[in-house]
Every structure is written in C-alpha cells, then in structure tokens.
C-alpha cells in the first residue's frame, strides 16, 4: 500500500456485529483508509498498541439531554460531550426540550452553532414536533437529524399534541424520509393517576411509579404505530421500559412498519425495589418498573425487537433530585458515560456477546438514522469513530468523578468490568488513556450532513383530505413524491 496513514492501531481485536477478529486499522483523514494485517499496512505517523484490547465502533447515543442551551448548571455541550468521549461514544443526538425548545429554523440554527463550538462529539439534533411547530417540518428536516414528539409530559413541560395533530405531523414528516422518535407515554391516563395519587397524600418515590403503570406506554406504543402504518412515517420508540410494550411492538414490525425500539440501562439494570434506596434519584420518565420487566427487555434486545442501546442522558443538579416530595424532584440522571461500562460487565458475565453489544450500541443506530456506513461500523471507508476498550478493566461508578456536570446517579457504586481507554472521532483521540483531549472541544460536527434516508413507501394518503388541505410538503433530495402527488397516483 502506497498512501500514509495519520494513524495506525496494531494488536487489536476488531468487533463486527457478526464477528470479532485480529487486524490492523489504518486511519487518514478521519477515515478507515484499511483494515488488515499488520504488515500490510501503511507508514503511519503515529501507532497505538492495542495489544490485548478490543476496537469497536464508537457509541451512538441516539437519546441525550445537553440541556443547551437554557440550564447551564445542570448540563451543557461541552461536559455533556465530554462525558460522551469518557464512555466510548462519538456520536450524540440531542433531544429538543432545551429553552427555547428546538421547534423553528432560527432556535435550530443557532444550537447548531452553539453545539459546533462546544461538541468534543459529533451530534445530530432534534427538531421538536408539536402541535404549533409542524409547520416548520419542512425547513427542519433540512438539517435535524429527525424528530422528537412528547406523547406524555416530561422534563420541559412541553406540550402533548392531540392525536388529530399526531397524524398530521407524521404525515408531513412521512414526506421529509426523517424518522420520528416517541416519548410513548399517554398523558391523559398519567394525569388522572398523578391526581390520584397526590389527592392521596402520596408523596413517596413508588407513587411515581404508581402514576405512570405500564399501560401508559402501551397505550402510547399501539396508537403511535397505527398512526405511523397509517401515513408511512418512521418512528422510534424510546426508553421501553415494560415487557408491555413489546407486544404492540413486535405486532408492528410484523405489519411492515418502520418502527424500531429503544431500551436503556436503568430498565435492564435497576427496578422497583430499588425506589427505597435511591428515593427521587430514581425517578425518571418512563419509571424504572417491577423486575420482572428485566429478562423481557434482555430478550427482545436478542431477538431483534429492540433495536438500540440508549441512554436518555438526562442531567439534572444533586438539590434537584434530593427533595422529599416526590413530585417536585427533577426525572432523569446521567448515562452517556457509564453505559457502555455497565453493559461489558454484561459481556463479562456472559449474559450476551460483544458482537452484540457492538449491533445495539453502534451498527444498529447508524443503520436506523441513515447513517450506516460511514458510522457505526470499522471497515475502510468509514468515519474512524472508535472506541479502544478494555474488557478486563474493573471500575466502581463514582458520582463525583463523572465529565457529566450532574454528579447524581443510581448507578453510583456499581462495580463494572470492561471500560473504554481510547475515543477517537473521525480518526481524533477525544479521550486518550482516560483523559480528556481539551483540544477536541470544537472537534464534533452534526451529522445531518452524511444522513440518507431514502423516502418510505407511501401509505394510506386521502386523495379529498390532502386535495382541499394542503400540509405543507417538501421535495426532497430525492425528488419524492409530496402527499398531494401520491394521492393520485
Ligand atoms: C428527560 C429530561 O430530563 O429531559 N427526563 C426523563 O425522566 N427521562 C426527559 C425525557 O426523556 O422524558
Ligand atoms: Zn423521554
């Protein structure tokens, strides 16, 4: 081979989701330039000896809260990708319930500016979709990487839109290719229970959980897909956390629809005996439920139903979630940095593969947004988004040692085994033998710009309805068709 190589990493295993192998990774430009043997690489201006370590594709988190801008004391773009480098993931996507939430072009473009500054990451950023934003959708879908939609209230108070609007809204993103992404909890149902719960005088961690039973997100999970079957939008489910929900789910990739299925640690890792313990540090947007949810969701990850490894990064300070009424503590912790940690341990145990791990974490996402196979895969030709880990390293979670500007966890304590040593984005150490690289700051870059998502196939579009009420449509980088024009065909 003929060309140099910026990078070269020696002695490595190589984790595919299908296979994990002995070879070289020579890196140019912040691209994979080969993967091989050791002799057949290029001359490098630096090695890295991984002798000993796994080389995985970096994490793609496809569910942070950055919190930027509007709460600079919980989180902001720079510690919350700094905390993404520490736990082996290079690529975030930001949820929009930001001040001002991400809901018109000029709030988009100015995070995008704001996050370019700050990302130690690369990112990809939500644009809200609500009852007063979709007629924005067009000029969003230019630059988000896809849609959030709150189906239920939740951190940020955003408003629910009505089922009518839902549909509305999935129709018009349908014709952008984007995918919409669902916090699947009805409100009206967690309303009633909440009042009932508080007319009650409960003010303890379990009434939390009481107000929001599982049928809430079952609920929220069947009518988000009909309604996505309906138009052809894409949707993604987020944080499942019951055994309940996967039924509707699995009934629904059944049909053909485009919907895949999120999960994150605190759903496979913690449950309701744990509300004791952790009090309102546990309270989070779906609650962490009953135990018996736990060997479902491992399940559904190894079958397929469930897609993605998530985080729901959700940074919050530690007088926010320490209040005695349960009520007024903030939902949410920290995750983006101890994920990938908590599920090696996994790997450790055996419970599953690091292929596996490697398919949920990073090929699945990149697959799912559009951004396979530029990202979430080590093969020649793809960004070199790597994550150099350990898998025999032990580790105790320690709250106040997170990047995370949010010291207060669940998981604080947790003994892991298996941990990140080495990030790199598009061929950059951000981390480096854990460290933070301070240089990378500025480093991240969104990646709407290598996002292809061709258009879905068109569904159920009402020739009369879309003939005398024109959403507003988009002719896309592919030339789809706009919903009027389906219509008629
Ligand atoms: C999230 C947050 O704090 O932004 N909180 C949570 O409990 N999960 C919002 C969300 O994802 O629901
Ligand atoms: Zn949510």
Redesign the pocket.
């Known amino acids: 081979m003929s060309a140099s190589a910026d990078l070269v990493i020696n002695g490595g295993k190589i984790v595919t989701p299908d296979a994990v192998f002995e070879e070289s990774v020579a890196i140019a430009d912040g691209v994979i330039l080969a993967v091989g043997a050791e002799s057949a690489m290029p001359s490098a201006r630096e090695t890295l000896d991984a002798s000993g370590l796994h080389v995985l594709p970096g994490v793609i988190d496809d569910?942070v809260?950055f919190r930027d801008p509007g709460y600079p004391h919980k989180e902001d773009f720079a510690s919350g990708t700094a905390a993404a480098a520490f736990g082996g993931v290079t690529t975030v996507f930001d949820?929009p319930?930001t001040i001002p939430p991400t809901g018109t072009p000029e709030i988009l473009a100015a995070k995008h500016e704001m996050a370019a500054q700050k990302a130690h990451v690369d990112f990809g950023l939500y644009g809200l979709l609500g009852e007063d934003t979709i007629r924005h959708v067009p000029e969003l879908a230019k630059t988000v990487i896809g849609f959030k939609l709150?189906m239920g209230n939740?951190?940020?108070k955003i408003p629910t839109p009505s089922t009518g609007a839902m549909l509305e809204a999935f129709e018009v993103v349908a014709a952008t290719g984007k995918r919409v992404s669902l916090?699947a909890e009805t409100n009206s149902i967690m309303e009633r229970r909440e009042t009932r719960m508080r007319d009650a005088g409960r003010v303890d961690p379990l009434a939390h959980l009481a107000s929001r039973p599982a049928v809430v997100a079952v609920e929220a999970v069947s009518r988000a897909a009909i309604l996505a079957e309906w138009t052809g939008a894409r949707i993604h489910i987020?944080?499942i956390s019951s055994a309940d929900e996967l039924r509707p789910l699995r009934e629904a990739k059944a049909r053909g629809v485009d919907i895949t299925g999120e999960t994150c640690p605190q759903y496979l890792f913690l449950s309701a005996d744990d509300y004791g313990r952790f009090a309102g540090v546990i309270?989070?947007?779906?609650p962490v439920r009953e135990k018996r949810n736990q060997e479902p969701l491992f399940a559904a990850l190894a079958d397929g139903t469930i897609d993605v490894i998530a985080t729901?990064h959700?940074p919050?300070a530690i007088e926010e979630k320490t209040r005695n009424d349960i009520w007024t503590v903030?939902?949410?912790f920290p995750g983006v940095e101890t994920q990938m940690p908590m599920m090696l341990t996994e790997v450790a145990a055996g419970r599953f593969s690091i292929c596996d791990y490697v398919r949920w974490s990073a090929a699945n996402p990149a697959r799912i947004w559009g951004l396979y196979p530029r990202k979430g895969v080590i093969q020649a030709g793809a960004d070199a988004d790597i994550a150099v880990v350990d898998l025999s390293r032990e580790w105790t979670i320690d709250d106040a040692k997170l990047q995370s500007l949010s010291r207060i966890t669940p998981f604080h304590g947790r003994r892991t085994r298996g941990l990140p040593l080495h990030t790199l984005v598009r061929g950059r150490f951000v981390m480096r033998e854990r460290e933070l690289v301070a240089a990378a700051r500025g480093w991240g870059r969104s990646v709407h710009t290598i996002q292809q998502l061709p258009a879905p196939t068109p569904r159920n579009i009402d020739d009369t309805i879309t003939a005398i009420v024109r959403f507003p449509t988009v002719a896309g980088p592919t030339g789809h068709a706009t919903p009027h024009q389906r219509g008629k065909r």
């Open positions: 569910h809260h949820m319930n709150y939740t951190f940020g916090h987020l944080h309270r989070v947007n779906p729901d959700a919050h903030d939902c949410g």
